[in-house]
């Protein structure tokens, strides 16, 4: 991205379909975790307790990217509106 010129409009677009795709993925963690964490999921007898583990560490980063990537939306937001 170009920064000489001042297209907030655009990164705050950006922001927000990064913040759809997090979305998306916090709701499909349970999918999602046993391949991240888990490795070879399907052929390991890995306890429910592990599952969970895995299952709860992947809702925690994909919360705190979006929370992090609604304060960058916040910041162009108050950015835009000066």
Do not use: H
């Amino acid at each position: 991205m170009n920064r000489n010129d001042d297209n907030s409009i655009t990164y705050i677009a950006y922001k927000v379909a990064i913040l759809l795709v997090l979305l998306i993925l916090i709701f499909n963690a349970d999918q999602i975790a046993p391949r991240i964490f888990l490795y070879n999921y399907e052929y390991n007898n890995y306890s429910e307790l592990s599952f969970m583990q895995a299952y709860i560490t992947t809702q925690i980063i994909l919360s705190l990217l979006s929370v992090l990537d609604i304060g960058l939306i916040v910041v162009d937001y108050l950015k835009l509106k000066k």
